[in-house]
């Protein structure tokens, strides 16, 4: 959550040598230099196709205690979806006695008379409020933005779809974007990770808000195309995480698709989705690839899957973690956090991997690299953290031994061949909030959270902190996109520069009382670096 030299812009250097661009940004306060060549394109994935969320199914309650019974025990071959959330109230469990009359049926109104939202219960706002403000406490780029850029209201004008997860460190994006000028409708890239009362907390700000937690497929879309299609409202930016606005604006409404500013997109499902169509010809619209920018690989997906993913196991699951036998598929960024916190805790980790490159920082981490089949049979926990498809297919899942736990911890949920086990011969059994039991014909039992969707927005929640540097880092991106100057960026995908990355750094280590040393003239000399950054050149990798 940038250009040429003008009041508020910097220049940024296109060569035509590399193939890649980088974005300029456009803020007064942050750069006024030219910057150094842009970042070589990451490679794309073995799968290119664009996956659609996996439909979840939500039970309906009954009047009767003993008829909810009967329907648990006569009708468990496929799992019931998870309409309550650990991350928010635990009252949410009372949410299903509403199933009666669908959310989507439900006629609302907030205290102001506003109607433009559909959540689970608009009475849930004040709470929402407090956990929105707690949030806000954890994260002081995002309120050193607001201050600084509230003034000049960058985003007058702008037309935000915004389909990213909504939980309370979103809604700060989301509501520092409407700050900052912004007109915003916002539905949810997640169907188990919204918090129910923070959507109604928004709903209560007078901003549309289209999501709850346990939202079907059909749900899913339908909250999309309803924040496409505002009242007097056309979008001209998109604020993706995992590539379904852009998806269903393309597919349904191509003409609007091409009409817009820009995109600017976080996750590595929706970056792919986004080469994808500029190899094929399609894009024909500039998008900034946020995940790839250093403030997002190297903060977010490092240290929020290294910190929430040991609560999210306990939660869901109570495991103790010393010498369990654990597989952990990719060792990316993600797979390298997740790596990191099972091993601090005594469990025995493999890795799995297809990259030479990231197999060996494993080896040397101290991690056995291996092939999953050759400890599928022994390991007591299986996590995903790759973002590719079909990584744990139904073969391996019969090898499991009993008892084994499979999560995912990457953005996609095509990660773990769910619907394989959606058999008859299987029997699924929900036990808690996003945990099921799938039990075999031979009596085996593995232990399924969250349905393969992504773990700890579905099961816990993350760090404030750094949600804060990469909502910075969103936020920033479309106000490049939304007011930088006709032919300034082609159809094209776009690396943020480095000199943002910078920027958005600063912002967070006042939270540290850090001090940076800055160079002597003669140093900057000798090194051939400005005494204001960028300090580190485009192909640097930290």
Known sequence: MIGEEHALTVEVNNTHQNPRKESGLKSERIIKEELPSPRARPPLPPNNKAEQPLKSSMHSSSNSTTSKRATRMTNRTLSVSSADSLTSSFSDLDDEQDDSCTVRNRVQINSSGFSDFCVRKISRAEFGRREIEIAEQEMPGMVALKKRAQGEKPLASAKILACTHVTAQSAVLIETLVTLGASVRWCACNVFSTQNEIAAAVAENNIPVFAWKGETEEDFWWCIDRCVNGENWTPNCILDDGGDASHLML???????????????????????????????????????????????????????????????????????????????????????????????????????????????????????????????????????????????????????????????????????????????????????????????????????????????????????????????????????????????????????????????????????????????EQSNYMGIAKTGPFKPNYYRY
Not at 361 to 384: P, R, S, Y
Not at 472 to 486: G, K, R, S
Request: aromatic share 6%; with cysteine.
């Open 251 to 521: 597919k349904k409404y191509p003409q609007l698709f091409d009409k817009l500013k820009g995109i600017v997109e976080e996750s590595v499902t929706g970056v792919h989705r986004l080469y994808q169509l500029s190899k094929a010809g399609r894009l024909n619209i500039p998008a900034i690839n946020v995940n790839d920018s250093v403030t997002k690989a190297k903060f977010d997906n490092l240290y929020c899957a290294r910190e929430s993913i040991i609560d999210s196991l306990k939660r869901t699951t109570d495991i103790m973690f010393g010498g369990k036998q654990v597989a952990v598929c990719g060792y990316g960024e993600v797979g390298k956090g997740v790596a990191q916190a099972l091993k601090a805790l005594g469990s025995v980790v493999f890795i799995t991997e297809i990259d030479p490159i990231c197999a060996l920082q494993a080896c040397m981490d101290g991690f056995k690299v291996v092939k999953l089949n050759e400890v599928i049979k022994v390991i007591d926990l299986l996590i995903t953290c790759t973002g590719n498809k079909n990584v744990v297919t139904r073969e391996h899942l019969d090898k499991l031994k009993n008892g084994c736990i499979v999560c995912n911890m990457g953005h996609t949920h095509t990660e773990i061949d769910i619907p394989s086990m959606r058999t008859p011969e299987l029997t699924w059994e929900k036990v808690r909030s996003q945990v099921d039991h799938v039990m075999w014909p031979d009596g085996k039992r593995i232990i399924v959270l969250a349905e393969g969707r992504l773990l700890n927005l579905s099961c816990s929640s993350l760090p404030s902190f750094v949600i804060s540097i990469t909502s910075t880092t969103q936020a920033l991106a479309l106000i490049e996109l939304f007011n930088a100057p006709p032919g300034r960026y082609k159809s094209d995908v776009y690396l943020l520069p480095k000199k943002l990355d910078e920027y958005v750094a600063s912002l967070h280590l006042s939270a540290f009382d850090a001090h940076l040393t800055e160079l002597s003239d």
